[in-house]
């Protein structure tokens, strides 16, 4: 993706703040977690830096970005497409972790020209994990331009 630091820091909050939204329920919390962040002032970013957080953490699950979603086209082309890409992996490791069981202790990512493995590094392999950040990664695949594969490499070791 050559990213930098500052996209790896965006990624990095938006993976934190992702649910905040949940405090008013499930239906809708990625719109919720949008509003929440745009709107709390504690959190230490600039205006810029503050809709781009909370765009990659509002698209973590649900709508693809759209041009027609207001907060996302008021970005400029560059930024569109770092949220689109941070998006992208926030919802494949939201659907690695669907089971909420922490499962996987590590990650390694290799791609070639045509796809893109997740080696998932796991004490078991969860098929519902996997499945649903195959299903998540329709971003990602869409973004990089490359299909997604979810490897699991086993280790009984604590």
């Not at 809708?28 to 503050?50: P, Q």
């Not at 560059?78 to 069981?101: C, E, F, M, P, Y």
């Not at 519902?128 to 695949?141: S, V």
Request: some cysteine.
């Amino acid at each position: 993706h050559e990213l930098g630091d500052k996209e790896k820091f965006w990624l990095h909050n938006s993976a934190i703040l992702h649910d905040i939204g949940l405090i008013e329920g499930q239906k809708g919390h990625h719109k919720a977690t949008l509003r929440h962040i745009l709107e709390d002032k504690t959190l230490k970013f600039d205006d810029n830096e503050r809709l781009i957080i909370a765009s990659i953490a509002r698209y973590h699950r649900s709508a693809l970005p759209k041009k027609k979603h207001k907060h996302y086209v008021s970005l400029d082309k560059k930024d569109r497409n770092i949220v689109s890409i941070l998006a992208g992996i926030l919802r494949i490791a939201d659907g690695l972790d669907r089971s909420h069981t922490s499962n996987i202790k590590d990650t390694k990512c290799e791609y070639d020209d045509e796809k893109i493995i997740i080696k998932c590094f796991a004490e078991s392999q969860s098929e519902m994990d996997r499945e649903a950040a195959l299903d998540k990664g329709k971003l990602a695949e869409k973004v990089f331009k490359r299909k997604l594969d979810i490897q699991w490499e086993i280790s009984n070791e604590s």
